[in-house]
Structure formats: C-alpha cells, structure tokens
C-alpha cells in the first residue's frame, strides 16, 4: 500500500460538497503550449544491460477516495515544469473518489478486490532488472491463464516504462494495458472485458516485506471505450434513488426517459472529467506514442491508483 503521511494530506485540498465536487472539479494539471521535442520512448531501444524479468499479478487495486487520496496515488505523467498541484496528475481519480463519495451502492475498491480475489481479472506487472547494470524497466498488461496451471501468458502490455535502479521502482515513458471495464465497475456484478491503452505509464513501486510489490503507478488515457464505460452507464440507470448520487443521475437523464443512455453518459464524463494531459493529438496505440508530443490542447485524461502485487510464474 501507498505510505501516507498525515501531515501532507492535511494540508491538501478536501472534497468539495458533493455535487458541486463532481460538477464542478477542475483539472489537476494544464497543457502549457507546444513543444517540438518529441521524442521515441526508451522502452523502444534494447536494454542497455542484461535484463531479466520477472512477472508479478496485482491483487490489490486501491481507486482514490477523496481528493487527498488522488492527490497521494497521483504521479506527474507529462512532466510540465509548471503543474498545478505539485504537477500530480490524477483527474479521473478526483471524479471517481467523488462519485463514490456520493453513492452508498458503487464502491469500485470492493468491486475490483473481488474480481481479482476471484480470478476474474488478470493484471499483471512485469519488471526488468540487470545484475551489469543499473537499468529497470516495467511492463503492465493483460495477463492470461488458459490452461489453468497457475503460469500466465502476458497477452499484451505495451512500451516498457524505463528508470534507474535505487531504492523504490521509479521508471516513465511507457504504455499499458488498462482494464477501464473493471475500474468502472462500482457495483461489482457490471464489469466488461474492456481494455484500453494506457499513455505515458508511471510507477512508483517498492519491494515489500512478503516479497511483493507495493505502491503507485498512473497513465493516461484517451477516449473511453463505450465498453468502459458500460459498468458506469449501467449502474447510473439503476441508481436515481441512491442517495445524492441518484439526484445527479436524474439530473443527467437529459431526455427524461428513466435510463442513462451512452450519449448522456459521455456528455457527463466530458463535463465532469475533461482531458488534463497533453501526449498527442489522437494518439490511440502505442505507435504513436511520443515523449513531449505537445500541441498545446489536453487530449488524454490522467488515472493514478494504489496497488499490490504478488510474484508469479509466466510463461
């Protein structure tokens, strides 16, 4: 789990009252203005030393609960010098911390802790070091098990993200696989097979006491699926009695005709959770995918979580 330091937290921004919070949450950061030094991700060049690998499961999956909680599980993915909040990079979390903030029936940590318990997610980290040299690399994607032997394949997971040795395993510049079909599953019985790439993939991971991994990892990430957001849609529809929650949803049923449809369900993401990263007009696999590709206009929304993970066979 993510160290928390009460102090810090403290002195962040609280959770605004709760519609105003999901309404009206501004960006945690801002495009400042383009720049021409675009750059290829290392994780495309070989290892500069001898790496070997090995693979990890994540069974923890921790979504921000409050502001201060994005805040912490936030990392900066576009490393402008000029950020606001510190340059922490954690919009989505800020929306979904709140959103569960004002439902008594979507919790999407208990929903996701149960899919994983249950084998139904596979999300699995892998990471490269050397015994020759100080080079780490990570990789994040869709793990596999289809015959049943406890050893995953990794079916998918991107550009490596590249650091340096030391204490805690920090490496950027990288891309993902992403399970947006579970982390919008906030009643835990909603969940789609919806998996999207992940830009500019951060970590911030330290080896724990049982032999795991422990700490943050964030990426951006464009246009949402439709599949993705079907756990959310689904629920909204479910959900106009649900407390505060249920006044918004009613709200953004804007034809009147007791159900969230698709369209409604964007036109909220787009007014709640607008893009705060700027990686690159339209950048959608991980050819495109460019160190400082800026043009000036956010075109990806930042996603920071908590997680664990367990070491495990691949194959």
């Known amino acids: 789990m993510v160290e928390i330091d009460g102090a810090q937290i403290a002195e962040r921004q609280v959770m605004k009252p709760v519609i105003v919070a999901l309404l009206l949450s501004a960006p945690l950061a801002t495009g400042c203005g383009s720049d021409d030094s675009s750059t290829s991700p290392p994780g495309l060049d070989a290892p500069s030393c001898t790496m070997t690998w090995q693979a990890y499961r994540i069974d923890l999956v921790t979504v921000p609960r409050s502001a201060a909680e994005a805040t912490l599980f936030g990392l900066d993915l576009d490393e402008y010098t000029n950020d606001s909040n510190d340059g922490i990079d954690n919009h989505l979390g800020v929306t979904l911390g ?10 999407v940590n208990a929903a996701i802790a149960a899919h994983l318990a249950a084998g139904r997610l596979h999300w699995v980290l892998q990471v490269g070091t050397c015994f020759d040299g100080d080079e780490v690399r990570t990789r994040l994607g869709r793990g596999v098990d289809v ?4 050893a995953f394949e990794l079916a998918a997971a991107g550009i490596a ?4 040795r ?5 490496t950027a510049h990288g891309t993902a696989r992403v399970p947006f079909g579970f982390l919008f599953d906030g009643r835990g ?10 830009f500019a993939l951060t970590t911030d991971l330290r080896v724990e006491a049982d032999g795991g991994l422990g700490g943050k990892l964030g990426f951006g990430v464009g246009q949402l699926s439709d599949a993705a957001l079907e756990p959310m849609r689904a ?4 959900a106009f009695n649900d407390g505060a929650a249920g006044e918004f949803w ?4 804007i034809d009147r005709d007791g159900t969230i449809s698709t369209a409604e369900l964007r036109g909220v993401v787009d007014r709640v959770a607008p893009p ?4 690159g007009e339209r950048i959608e696999d991980d050819a495109g995918y460019r160190i400082g590709d800026l043009d000036g206009t956010n075109d990806h929304l930042s996603l920071g979580i908590a997680i664990h993970a367990t070491p495990v066979a691949i194959e």
């Open 98 to 107: 709140t959103l569960l903030g004002l439902s008594g029936s979507w919790d």
């Open 147 to 150: 015959d049943a032997d406890g």
């Open 161 to 164: 993200a590249v650091g340096t």
């Open 166 to 170: 030391g204490a805690r395993l920090v």
């Open 189 to 198: 019985d909603l969940a789609t097979d919806a998996w999207q790439v992940g």
């Open 235 to 238: 629920y909204a529809t479910t």
């Open 250 to 253: 009613q709200d953004a049923d």
């Open 276 to 279: 705060d990263l700027d990686l």
